[in-house]
């Protein structure tokens, strides 16, 4: 298994999404080097465990990418913790971290627990509508908010979010550019093996979701950034 430190490709794959078992296979051993679950709505403790016993059937890191209280389940590899740094909120940057920590606190065991500082972009996604976020932000204002996770909070990665658009990679290039500690994340579009290859020039860590139920050979075609 991978630490989260080695990955440079991952798939996020909604447990409120189908997927057949002949091609959670073909993910799962395609050499990304993560699953994380996760989605903004419909996740279930039913869904979210169903997905977890079917992706440990294989070796891949498995990891919850928690995004409600009802669906927090023991025997992932990492717990993912987004907080939105953008939201207009505290429900999504604290609130529902607090009574997380209330309930589950005293049996959690911290050094699976990552946190992650998300930039929601797209005004359009599913996670900017939950969130209410900024979404209408210069090159500065981005900028900022990857130095408020990086040397303010001090989280271990700052996750730049498009969910379901391609993002402007230039911003991707300058966010990698001011961070010096933090995991950079890019999620957002990744359809092919080219936009693949341009976002992991800037990012750590680049996530392929949507294109995985849309087009599964092309998101499977993702995988071979860096080896064509
Ligand atoms: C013993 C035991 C159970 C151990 C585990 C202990 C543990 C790890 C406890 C958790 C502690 C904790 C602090 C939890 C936080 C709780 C929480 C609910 C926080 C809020 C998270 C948050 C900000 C959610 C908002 C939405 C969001 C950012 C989701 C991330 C995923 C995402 C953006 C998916 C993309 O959306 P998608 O669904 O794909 O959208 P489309 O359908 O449009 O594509
Ligand atoms: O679904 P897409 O657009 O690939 O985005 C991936 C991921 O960042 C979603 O949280
Ligand atoms: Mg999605």
Redesign the pocket.
Known sequence: MKEYNEWKHVF?L?P??EITDENLQTLCESGTDAVIV??????TEDNTLDLLMRVRRFSVACV??????HA???G?DY?L????LN?TQT???N???H???KE??H???FE??LTEG?C?LNQD???AK??SSMTQLDREDIIAYARMADKLFRLPIFYL?Y??MYGDPTIVEDVRDVLEDARLFY?GGIDSVDKAEEMAQYADTIVV??IIYSDFKAAIKTVSMGRK
Do not use: C, Q
């Open positions: 996020k909604d409120a999404k996760g989605g903004t709505d419909g996740v919850l990418e928690v995004s409600n209280l927090i389940i023991p992932f717990y913790i987004p907080s939105v939201t429900t999504w940057m609130g529902l971290h009574r997380a920590l589950f606190g049996m959690m065991n699976e627990v998300y929601v996604a599913k996670v939950v969130t979010e969910s379901g999620g979701g949507n």
